[in-house]
C-alpha cells in the first residue's frame, strides 16, 4: 500500500518515474501525499514551495512533485514540467465556486508543450464532505471528455479517508511511459 | 550584481529549517529535530535505535531560500568514522524566491544480518548533507547520529 506498493506497479522497463502533482491552492494536494505515506495530516499547512517524495526500493526509483497552488506561485509550475511522466491535478470537489477557476487553470497545463500527450490522473477529492460535487460532474465542469491527446483518468478520492488514492495513483503509474 | 555577490545572496537567504525521520512502513516519527540553529557546524542527534529494525526508513529536510535558485542539488553521504559508506544526489532544479520547501527520501534498511549494531555505530555516522546551485556550494549540513 501507499506510495511503496506503486513501485510494484511502474513497468519493467521504466526504473525512474517523476510524477507532477498541480492543482487549485487548498485543493489537497499535500495531504494526498501525506496520506500515501500514513503521516499525519492534522498540521497541513500551505505549500510555499515544493514538497517531494522520493522512493527507491529495487533499483525502482519514484520521485513525486507536489508544488504549491497558490495564484502567486503558479507562474512558476512550468519551471517543473520538464521530464514529467504522469500529471496528477487535484480538484477540490466540494468548492463549486472554484471549479471554472480550476477548470481554466487545467486547460492551461494541457495545452503545454512540454507536458503535451503526459497521462493525466484527475482526482475529484474531498468526497468525504457532503458538499462535494460527485466525479462526474467535476469532470463536466472541468470538460475532460474532449481531451483527445492522451490517456486521462478521473478518480473520486478523500486525501483524508484515504479512498480512491491507491486505485487513481496505480492507473497512473501504470500508465507511464518515457517518451 | 556579479557573480560572487549573488552567490553570498544565496548562502545568506537559505537555511534548512528542520529534518526528520520516519518508519516509513507506519509514517511515524521516530526522530526530528525541531527547529535549528543552521550556524553549527555539526548537529547532534538522539535516535531511537528502534529505526534500525525498520524495513524501510524516510528522512525528511525542510528547507528554505529567499533568492531564485536555477539549478539546487544536493549530495548526501552517510559517514561512518570517516568512510563514506551511502551516497545520495538529488537534483532539485528551479528553487522558488521566498519558498520553503520539503525533500523526503525513502529507502529501504540494509538486512538486518548486514547492518552493524547499533553500539557500534552510535557517535559514528554523519550524515551530510550539500547543498548546491549549479557548481557552488551553498551550505553544508552535518548530523552526528547517536542511537539511543
Known amino acids: 500500500m501507499g506510495l511503496l506498493g506503486l513501485l510494484k506497479k511502474m513497468k519493467k522497463d521504466d526504473m525512474e518515474a517523476r510524477i507532477l502533482i498541480l492543482g487549485l491552492d487548498n485543493a489537497g494536494k499535500t495531504t494526498i501525499l501525506k496520506t500515501m505515506t500514513s503521516e499525519d495530516i492534522s498540521h497541513t499547512m500551505p505549500t510555499q514551495g515544493f514538497n517531494i517524495k522520493s522512493i527507491m526500493q529495487d533499483g525502482f526509483k519514484l520521485n513525486v512533485w507536489d508544488i504549491g497552488g497558490q495564484e502567486a506561485i503558479r507562474p512558476y509550475w512550468s519551471n517543473y514540467f520538464e521530464n514529467t511522466d504522469g500529471l496528477v491535478y487535484v480538484v477540490d470537489s466540494s ?3 472554484r471549479l471554472e477557476e480550476s477548470s ?7 495545452a503545454e508543450e512540454k507536458l503535451a500527450g503526459i497521462p493525466t490522473l484527475v482526482f475529484a477529492n474531498k468526497q468525504d464532505l457532503m458538499s462535494a460535487a460527485g466525479a462526474e460532474d467535476v469532470s463536466a465542469a472541468l470538460e475532460l471528455d474532449f481531451i483527445g491527446d492522451r490517456v486521462w483518468q478521473i478518480q473520486a478520492c478523500s486525501a483524508k479517508t484515504g479512498e480512491g488514492l ?6 497512473l503509474v501504470g500508465n507511464c511511459r518515457k517518451g | 550584481m556579479d557573480d560572487g555577490g549573488h552567490a553570498y545572496a544565496i548562502r545568506e537567504g537559505f537555511r534548512i529549517n528542520w529534518m526528520n525521520m520516519r518508519d516509513a512502513a507506519t509514517g511515524q516519527v521516530m526522530w526530528e529535530s525541531g527547529e535549528w540553529d543552521c550556524g553549527q557546524d555539526e548537529m547532534e542527534a538522539q535516535i531511537p535505535c528502534e529505526i534500525l529494525r525498520c524495513k524501510q526508513i524516510s528522512r525528511e529536510l525542510n528547507f528554505s531560500s529567499l533568492e531564485v535558485l536555477t539549478s539546487l542539488r544536493l549530495v548526501q553521504s552517510v559517514i561512518f568514522k570517516g568512510e563514506p559508506l551511502e551516497e545520495w544526489n538529488f537534483h532539485f532544479g528551479f528553487v522558488i524566491p521566498n519558498s520553503t520547501n520539503t525533500w523526503q527520501q525513502t529507502i529501504e534498511a540494509a538486512e538486518e ?8 555505530l552510535s557517535g559514528n555516522v554523519v550524515i551530510e548533507t550539500t547543498f548546491f546551485d549549479g557548481d557552488y556550494p551553498i551550505m553544508t549540513q552535518r548530523v552526528r547520529i547517536w542511537y539511543v
Open chain 2, 113 to 120: 544480518e548486514e547492518m552493524l549494531p547499533a553500539e557500534l
Open chain 1, 104 to 110: 481554466r487553470e487545467l486547460k492551461q497545463l494541457l
Open chain 1, 95 to 97: 468548492d463549486t465556486r
Open chain 1, 166 to 171: 491507491q486505485e487513481g495513483m496505480e492507473w
